[in-house]
């Protein structure tokens, strides 16, 4: 592969990143990239900085966390849960500290992740009786 070809990948590469990852319109990618020093045209830069470019693009996250405090599919279903039983994150680090002595939800292992949703589960059963029992109490008076 020349080097005309292998710019030609990275070029397609990035452009990639930008539609797919970011969803960035063409004119706020040009304005970014201005702004990081890599100028508004990818055709007018060398290899190695396509190569810098695209890099810095893979290890960039919108929202600013570290990869380690993201939560996989599980995670995000007890972050539902703990949501619609009206807890919060020090809440549920607090239940976490106190049972299993782990401060993040990536610690657990699979039993302990198992006990943390059925906890939650049963936490949302128990208010949506008491939500129905309150309803026909108030509709029976």
Do not use: C
């Not at 304005?31 to 190569?51: H, N, V």
Request: no cysteine; hydrophobic share 35%; charged share 30%.
């Amino acid at each position: 592969m020349t080097q005309e070809q292998r710019e030609r990948k990275l070029r397609q590469q990035i452009h990639g990143l930008r539609v797919k990852k970011f969803h960035w319109p063409l004119d706020a990618f040009r304005f970014i990239t201005k702004g990081l020093g890599y100028g508004e045209s990818l055709k007018a830069l060398p290899e190695d900085r396509l190569t810098e470019l695209k890099a810095l693009l893979l290890k960039y996250r919108k929202h600013g966390r570290p990869h380690a405090f993201t939560f996989d599919s599980q995670g995000k279903y007890m972050f539902f849960l703990m949501k619609s039983a009206g807890w919060t994150e020090s809440d549920l680090r607090a239940f976490m500290i106190k049972h299993f002595s782990k401060t993040h939800w990536n610690l657990l292992n699979k039993k302990e992740r198992r006990a943390v949703i059925a906890m939650l589960q049963n936490y949302n059963k128990q208010s949506e009786t008491k939500a129905k029992n309150t309803i026909n109490k108030e509709t029976s008076n």
